[in-house]
């Protein structure tokens, strides 16, 4: 199979994992855990939006940084800028957070709001250089819409208690 007819395939399997789900935090540790186990990357996950910063969530891989404020690193640059960002070496990224000496290459896809709004980011690491491309972020951009759809269909509920 090629990279697209793989990609095809997972977008289906992220679907079929997590549609009809209703638990976030479940749904993004299948998802990482299925792209991590499909593709073999090094890191595979999320960090969410807190505020300011981009907290840890599930994820697959060696352990990683608890906290990324924005603007800072890949993560935090993706979530500023709103867009996916790839980066064949994370060496020469300005203000690259190295929560692992092995990573060499990196890519990061936001998860938005249905206003587009950014809650989270979808972070991929690799031990190879240049190891992510277009077809790498067409995809999973894709796959964040999908989880995005279904593991926060009202990712900007009202707060009840905001109303009273």
Known sequence: MDKNETYQL???????LI??????TGQLANVAALLHETMRWWWTGFYLVDG???????FQGPV????IKRGRGV?????????TIVVPDVEQFPGHIACSSQS????????RDNEGNVIGVLDIDSKELA???DVDARWLEEIARVITLHAFPASNPVNPAQTV
């Open 75 to 83: 993560c935090g640059t993706a979530w500023a800028e709103n867009r």
């Open 52 to 58: 300011e910063n981009l907290r840890l969530g599930p």
């Open 64 to 67: 990683a940084c608890y906290n």
């Open 10 to 16: 997972l977008v289906k399997q992220v679907e079929s």
């Open 104 to 111: 060499r290459s990196e890519i990061v896809v936001p998860l």
């Open 131 to 133: 190891t992510f491309d």
């Open 19 to 24: 549609e009809g789900e209703h638990n976030p």
